[in-house]
């Protein structure tokens, strides 16, 4: 995701805790990671915003932060203005991305339920070949993808 459509969305969800307006904040720099935005103004002056970006795998996250990582807030705001129509479409395409999730999630939740129970009955696996990965529905609620101590 690109990283200034990505500071887009996460500073969408702290308009209502005056975060409308960057530059009347005293921020002046904006560094984006995978993971993290850092809101640097003077001196010790910043704001830390955490992304939700879980890893789904060994060094791999749900998705990469892309393009130009460090910019200042002018920098941001003349992207802002040049790509308004990129950021409506983006989010007019995600909400149907989340139609389409929760549909496909509704028609296939009772036979996952059935196989799990079956599996759980009789001792057998339930293994979901996904992007490449293969995951064991039995233990999905196991797994803390974020321990440290996973990869030891």
């Known amino acids: 995701m690109e990283a200034k459509l990505l500071l887009t969305l996460e500073l969408e969800k702290l308009k209502d805790?005056?975060?409308?307006?960057?530059?009347?904040?005293?921020?002046?720099?904006?560094?984006?990671?995978?993971?993290?935005?850092?809101?640097?103004?003077?001196?010790?002056?910043?704001?830390?915003?955490?992304?939700?970006?879980?890893?789904?795998?060994?060094?791999?996250?749900?998705?990469?932060?892309?393009?130009?990582?460090?910019?200042?807030?002018d920098e941001y705001y003349d992207w802002l203005a040049e790509n308004k129509g990129v950021v409506e479409e983006f989010q007019a395409e995600r909400a149907m991305a989340v139609m389409t999730i929760a549909g496909i999630i509704r028609r296939i939740e009772a036979d996952v339920e059935s196989a799990l129970e079956l599996a759980k009955?009789?001792?057998?696996?339930?293994?979901?070949?996904?992007?490449?990965?293969?995951?064991?529905?039995?233990?999905?609620?196991?797994?803390d993808w974020d321990s440290s101590s996973m990869y030891c």
Do not use: C, M, W
């Open 121 to 143: 009955a009789y001792g057998l696996p339930f293994e979901l070949q996904i992007d490449g990965q293969s995951f064991d529905v039995r233990k999905a609620h196991a797994v």
């Open 17 to 73: 805790h005056g975060y409308d307006d960057l530059r009347a904040l005293g921020f002046q720099t904006i560094e984006v990671s995978n993971h993290d935005i850092f809101l640097n103004g003077e001196g010790n002056y910043y704001k830390y915003i955490e992304i939700d970006n879980p890893r789904i795998a060994y060094e791999t996250n749900l998705f990469e932060v892309e393009g130009d990582r460090d910019f200042t807030v």
